[in-house]
Nanobody, 115 residues
């Protein structure tokens, strides 16, 4: 019922910006919360940030001031703008939606920060 597709990942130099997109099936208005997670090799998946249906955002301390979440309701798309990227930000980034007690995940998009 809920399908999510991430895009926008790739190779970027340290300090550079990158914007990820998460396209959702249907209207995102029905989703209580959407967010971004990431997982690096050898590490557990960690929460990056979330946006609730009303637009309120929350971020992990490690990305505050550098990452921001926005959405385009007309395009049913959630964005993650990442600035001043660091090598330790290298990971597969996942979009997540929460609806009626169920988490829905996209396939992930690889972000590699390297010079």
């Amino acid at each position: 019922q809920v399908q999510l597709v991430e895009s926008g990942g790739g190779l970027v130099q340290p300090g550079g910006p990158l914007r990820l997109s998460c396209a959702a099936s249907g209207s995102i208005f029905r989703l209580n919360v959407m967010g971004w997670y990431r997982q690096a090799p050898g590490k557990q998946r960690e929460w990056v940030g979330s946006m609730h249906i009303g637009g309120t955002t929350n971020y992990a301390d490690s990305v505050k001031g550098r990452f921001s979440i926005s959405r385009d309701n007309a395009k049913n798309t959630l964005y993650l703008q990442m600035n001043n990227l660091k090598p330790e930000n290298t990971a597969v980034y996942y979009c997540k939606a929460f609806l009626r007690g169920t988490d829905y995940w996209g396939q992930g998009t690889q972000v590699t920060v390297s010079s």
